[in-house]
């Protein structure tokens, strides 16, 4: 069996497994040019073929406007007709300028900003646009980065999400759907090498400082995996599993007060950093239809 062929069983055991994807879905895949969101979209789709279920895949896109972002655009949409799968893409150029603003101002590192940006855009536009799950290209060696970071900085919030399915508990917050899970940052490398896919590589121009961060985390992981065997990051994220199956989350969901998206606080931390923002569907969203 081929190491591609590999990678394919897992990402499709990991779907079946944990019930990934059901009849009727609408999926939206956020994809941001790179090649593990890339790897998601087409592996989501491959999956859907084969057992020809009824579910409707689409790939989103969020334009922040940054620098570069108009070659990443490109990237994505090539990504998209590769796949043939229709694009979404959701104009935020006008928050990308606040969020360098807000930054330089609050001494806040940009990308936090710009994560809880994303992460409160991909659960809202998707949603009304009429989504009923959300995926991402999230891996094995994203999850481990982020356990270790979390448990040594005490941030114990997290614990219950190292599951390759977050179900929602919220009218408006969509389940969210993790299908490379048990996959590391080399194999989808290395799948969108095979099928040659365009990948849009650090064209961020914040990328190096989110880089450097991590770097440490994977640095440790991968002494970890020297000492005890390359098995060490699968045992230690089915570890996770159970623990984040334990604890699960039980907190209270609030709605926001204004906003009225769902939040754990009175006031959610998009509308705390940006106020009342207004958004416009029809001038902010183009559709492009790539599909078969």
């Not at 941001?32 to 073929?49: N, P, T």
């Not at 694009?87 to 809880?116: M, N, T, V, W, Y």
């Not at 606080?265 to 492009?288: A, P, R, T, W, Y």
Request: aromatic letters at 10%; a positive charge; proline letters at 3%.
């Amino acid at each position: 069996m081929s190491s591609i062929q590999k990678i394919k069983e897992k990402v499709f055991r990991t779907i079946e497994k944990f019930g990934l994807i059901e009849e009727n879905d609408r999926i939206f895949v956020a994809i941001s040019g790179g090649k593990d969101s890339c790897s998601a979209l087409f592996l989501l789709k491959e999956f859907i073929q084969e057992k020809n279920l009824d579910v409707q895949l689409k790939a989103f896109f969020i334009n922040l406007g940054y620098p570069n972002f108009e070659k990443i655009q490109e990237i994505v949409e090539k990504q998209a007709e590769l796949a043939k799968v229709n694009l979404i893409i959701f104009d935020a150029s006008f928050l990308g300028k606040k969020i360098e603003e807000i930054s330089r101002k609050s001494k806040r590192p940009i990308c936090s900003i710009c994560g809880l940006t994303k992460r409160y855009l991909l659960n809202k536009i998707p949603r009304e646009l009429g989504a009923t799950k959300l995926a991402t290209g999230h891996h094995l060696d994203d999850f481990l980065t982020f356990s270790l970071k979390n448990l040594v900085s005490k941030n114990y919030s997290w614990t219950s999400k190292f599951l390759p399915k977050l179900k929602s508990n919220h009218p408006k917050l969509l389940t969210k759907i993790r299908p490379l899970f048990f996959i590391t940052s080399s194999q989808t490398k290395q799948f969108c090498s095979s099928l040659n896919i365009p990948i849009a590589k650090n064209l961020c121009p914040y990328t190096p400082i989110k880089l450097k961060k991590i770097k440490k985390w994977n640095e440790l992981t991968k002494f970890f995996e020297e000492k005890f065997g390359r098995n060490f990051k699968i045992q230690l994220l089915s570890s996770l599993i159970k623990i984040s199956k334990k604890f699960e989350e039980k907190e209270e969901i609030k709605k926001c007060k204004i906003c009225g998206e769902p939040t754990n606080q009175e006031i959610c931390s998009f509308c705390k950093i940006f106020g009342k923002v207004e958004f416009d569907l029809n001038k902010q969203i183009v559709e492009m239809n790539f599909g078969d």
